[in-house]
């Protein structure tokens, strides 16, 4: 069945996923903002909210738009740059909250330059194999495994989540690497999937910024 398909299919739940989740991130993403108190909070959570927003928004254009081949260059880029930009900016509010300040500092700094290196790398080389940039994902995602010990003290509930998110992600990032389990080339494949538990990965990490904002 799969075989009759051309190659330039794209199963029937591509982007709605993200589709759907960009509006949710964004009025929940701008709640947060407007109830976080204090200064450090409101910032940390709006950069934060921001590269939601980004993610889910821009892959949802990605995805669900017929572009020329310019336009799709273009939008991969920022698709694909936007991983590593969603990365930083969850661990932004949670080592500025739960943190201690050099301790924090030091995480932003080493999450931050990796970032700013990945989106460098798939701007720069935007046909590079996956089995070279997916594990880079994984490793800036797992870089705060480091300061794990700081974070459970700090709050055990939120670090629980943030290793669930993390968890999330990873499988996602293994499914999107080797493309199986693939369900359903017509309707719902191995991409849907990863995109479903970047979503999971997401909202298990707001609810761990929440819980460090109102500490």
Not at 105 to 124: C, E, M, Y
Request: glycine residues 8%.
């Amino acid at each position: 069945m799969t075989s009759t398909l051309p190659a330039d299919h794209k199963p029937s739940w591509r982007g709605w996923l993200h589709a759907a989740t960009a509006p949710l991130v964004l009025i929940a993403g701008t709640l947060l903002v407007l109830l976080a108190p204090g200064t450090d909070a409101k910032i940390t959570t709006a950069i934060y909210a921001f590269t939601g927003v980004m993610l889910f928004g821009t892959s949802a254009l990605y995805h669900r738009g017929n572009w020329t081949p310019r336009t799709k260059i273009l939008l991969k880029r920022l698709d694909h740059s936007n991983i590593m930009l969603v990365i930083a900016g969850s661990y932004t509010p949670l080592s500025a909250l739960l943190l201690p300040r050099s301790t924090a500092t030091l995480l932003l700094w080493l999450i931050w330059s990796g970032a700013v290196g990945g989106v460098l790398f798939r701007v720069l080389w935007v046909g590079a194999p996956r089995w070279l940039y997916v594990p880079i994902y994984v490793l800036l995602g797992v870089t705060a495994l480091f300061f794990l010990p700081q974070f459970w003290a700090a709050d055990t509930l939120a670090t629980i989540l943030i290793c669930l998110g993390g968890a999330f992600y990873i499988a996602g990032a293994v499914i999107y690497g080797i493309k199986k389990p693939n369900f359903s080339a017509r309707h719902f494949g191995f991409h849907e999937l990863f995109h479903a538990l970047t979503v999971a990965g997401f909202a298990a990490q707001f609810v761990a910024v929440a819980l460090a904002v109102f500490a």
